[in-house]
């Protein structure tokens, strides 16, 4: 098929059934289906899943292995409570992929994750490591069982195909404290030559200013309410007229030095600006 017709493909919405699920607790899971476009994502892009009789919403690409790709969700309301007990067999609707995912630079890159951010990053590590660049990874979490991917990143780790960090808020997986903080000390050895993150924005901004002064490349995945997710709306608008949806969502340091809103200011679903 030809790079335009996918293009145009992308937009337009298809059935998926979803194949397998993984729960990983109450809050977590990753949904298994097959699609060949979502399959050839950039590390970084969001597909938008419509669950029928109840909402569609972004969810970044988390998985494109073995024939399957997946998403994986955490339960904060009404649709991804719906999405998280998702049944094998299960009708949904997809779009996508959409928006600008991240660009592999760096022969050193440290990546930072927070949360359910992870999501949007781990594709991204599986590029490195295939491209024989070992990343580092610092990926924090409240608690312990919310690092789902434990199992999995302990596994690469011990392989040395990454440098792991859990961090946890309450001590119970890795480090104690915030990822910013432990991306702030190895930051401060200079053996990284890039900078990607993904996460709740508060932590994304102590990010920016932590590379800000230094002569580091970076990437961040921001996320605002996205609703057509095709630049028409203007629902996640940041700054002075940047997209999330298509501009984004990841943006690289030197554009996000311009936008005033950046760890800020948000939106709420009604469009309504509020305080971070
Ligand atoms: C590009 C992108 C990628 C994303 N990737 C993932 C992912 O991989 N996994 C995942 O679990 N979630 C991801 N999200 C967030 C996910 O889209 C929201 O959690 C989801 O839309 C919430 O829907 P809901 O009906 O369950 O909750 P709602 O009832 O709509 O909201 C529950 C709470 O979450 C807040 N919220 C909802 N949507 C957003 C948003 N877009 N930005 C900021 N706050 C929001 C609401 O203000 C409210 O406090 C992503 C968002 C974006 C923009």
Known sequence: MSPEIQKLDNFRMRAIT????KRYSERFSTIYFRDKIVYKSVPGQY???????CDEIPLSVSHAEDG??????????EATSKLCNVCVGEKLGLRGPFGKGFKCIGKRPLIVAGGVGVAG???LLYKFIRMSITPTLVFGTRTSEENIFHEEFSKISLKRLINYYPVTEDGS???RGLASDVAGKLLSSNRFDYVYGCGAEKMLYELFNLVSGKRLGAQ???ERYI???VGVCGQCVIGDGLLVCKDGPVFTKSVLKNVKDFGKFSRKASGRRFQI
């Open 68 to 77: 399957l790709c997946g998403v994986t969700v955490k339960n904060v309301g």
């Open 18 to 21: 979803v194949l397998d699920v």
């Open 220 to 222: 961040f995945s921001l």
């Open 121 to 123: 990053v781990r594709l």
């Open 47 to 53: 597909v938008m899943l419509w669950i029928p009789g």
């Open 173 to 175: 997986l890795g480090e």
């Open 227 to 229: 609703k057509c997710a």
